[in-house]
């Protein structure tokens, strides 16, 4: 089964949108799927993109890398414009199986169908949020008119559509039957044991992930405030107002000496970060499915996620952590009840349990199965997974 993977960009500052293809591409290798995979980067140098390639090379994955437009400006880079990757696609997609595309909102996928459609071969696309209302929303009038215009072409026109978990399911508004939920997967292999937690010092609480109003960093700042025995480890970055008005905020409810403000912090150093914390807290709004969860719990580390997250029903599944609406006053308790060190054990062991959801073979077998049905021209149904269990 030879496959074709386009990515619109695969820059590790955009979190999950990045992380999630990365594991779908290897987790299709490991399963015996022959990858390539095409993305536009910018033409710098820059140390993700050869870790990238060296990683892809290892694991006998093909790569190629165009370079953005240039007529665009940054808009290039926001929306994977590259008019010489749509030239290499449009000449080559005819050699291989199967074309997957990766999120909705880019030139690339847009292109990765077409060229699909001319060389009549399957087209398939992982969403990673990018259909649902909750996204769709955040955009102007023109902008959502837009976006509902190519959601119903893709849910016509994709032989499949992948979506991450039911709530994106649900919120996606999917008007064909040819959809299957299957759980983002992680590269890594999960810790055997759980995270250790020391009684000789106050609750460590770690926040991974980008700055964006929907992820309510203020919420967990507000939550911590007045409690001297707890302390965040912030890794992230975001726009520069907002990083301002966070640290501001932080300055304003005396936490000073209560918070390290880690900035990005890359794969290779996501190890440390969860050595260094008892709980991974993800205050967001919404959350189609939640990788830093995943990252955590894979790590050893319980976690508190909001109900408004596909990965709600896996955390609760194995009590690996607390699920709460998420609300200050809320947050508050549950980061209260966490001193409890047996619970926070407790749950530290549920995390490790459900690590197994994120395996990367299982998430790679499951693509297989997909890749092999479209390819003898059977097409994939709905395909619910009730918590992301099988």
């Known amino acids: 089964m030879r496959t074709l993977h386009v990515i619109g960009g695969l820059d590790p500052g955009y979190g999950g949108a990045a992380v999630a293809p990365i594991a779908t591409v290897l987790g299709a290798r490991q399963a015996g799927a022959q990858n390539v995979v095409v993305f536009p980067a910018p033409g710098e140098e820059f140390t993700w993109k050869q870790d990238l390639l060296e990683r892809f090379a290892s694991a006998g994955v093909g790569v190629r890398v165009f370079e953005h437009s240039r007529m665009f400006g940054p808009w290039s880079r926001r929306w994977g414009i590259s008019f010489i990757?749509?030239?290499?696609?449009?000449?080559?997609?005819?050699?291989?199986?199967?074309?997957?595309?990766?999120?909705?909102?880019?030139?690339?996928?847009?292109?990765?169908?077409?060229?699909?459609?001319?060389?009549?071969?399957?087209?398939?696309?992982?969403?990673?949020?990018?259909?649902?209302?909750?996204?769709?929303?955040?955009?102007?009038?023109?902008?959502?008119?837009?976006?509902?215009?190519?959601?119903?072409?893709?849910?016509?026109?994709?032989?499949?559509?992948?979506?991450?978990?039911?709530?994106?399911?649900?919120?996606?508004?999917?008007?064909?039957?040819?959809?299957?939920?299957v759980p983002h997967a992680l590269p890594e292999k999960p810790a055997p044991y759980p995270r250790q937690t020391s009684d000789q010092r106050g609750l460590r609480i770690g926040y991974l992930g980008r700055f964006d109003p929907k992820k309510n960093v203020g919420l967990l700042l507000e939550a911590v405030a007045g409690h001297p025995d707890m302390f965040l480890e912030i890794a992230?970055?975001?726009?520069?107002?907002?990083?301002?008005?966070?640290?501001?905020?932080?300055?304003?409810?005396?936490?000073?000496?209560?918070?390290?403000?880690?900035?990005?912090?890359?794969?290779?150093?996501?190890?440390?970060?969860?050595?260094?914390?008892?709980?991974?807290?993800?205050?967001?709004?919404?959350?189609?499915?939640?990788?830093?969860?995943?990252?955590?719990?894979?790590?050893?580390?319980?976690?508190?996620?909001?109900?408004?997250?596909?990965?709600?029903?896996?955390?609760?599944?194995?009590?690996?952590?607390l699920v709460i609406d998420p609300t200050a006053r809320n947050l508050r308790a549950a980061l209260e009840s966490l001193r409890d060190r047996a619970l926070l054990r407790d749950l530290a062991r549920g995390a490790v349990a459900a690590a197994c959801e994120f395996d990367i073979d299982r998430h790679g077998a499951r693509l297989l199965q997909h890749y092999n049905r479209l390819a003898r021209g059977r097409g994939s149904d709905v395909e619910l997974v009730p918590g992301g269990s099988r």
Request: charged share 20%; with cysteine; glycine share 6%.
């Open 85 to 181: 990757l749509a030239r290499w696609m449009f000449a080559n997609t005819r050699r291989f199986d199967l074309v997957h595309a990766h999120g909705a909102w880019t030139f690339t996928t847009l292109t990765a169908l077409l060229a699909a459609k001319a060389a009549r071969r399957p087209a398939v696309l992982s969403t990673h949020a990018t259909l649902m209302d909750f996204d769709i929303a955040k955009s102007s009038r023109l902008g959502r008119a837009v976006k509902c215009a190519l959601r119903r072409l893709y849910f016509a026109a994709f032989s499949l559509v992948i979506v991450s978990s039911e709530l994106e399911l649900r919120d996606s508004r999917p008007s064909c039957k040819r959809i299957s939920v």
């Open 236 to 321: 992230g970055t975001g726009p520069e107002p907002l990083v301002h008005a966070l640290r501001a905020l932080a300055i304003r409810l005396g936490l000073t000496d209560q918070v390290a403000w880690r900035g990005f912090v890359d794969s290779s150093m996501k190890s440390t970060f969860f050595a260094d914390v008892d709980v991974v807290v993800m205050p967001s709004e919404y959350e189609s499915f939640g990788l830093a969860a995943a990252e955590a719990m894979s790590a050893g580390v319980p976690v508190v996620v909001p109900t408004t997250a596909g990965i709600t029903q896996i955390v609760a599944k194995y009590q690996a952590g």
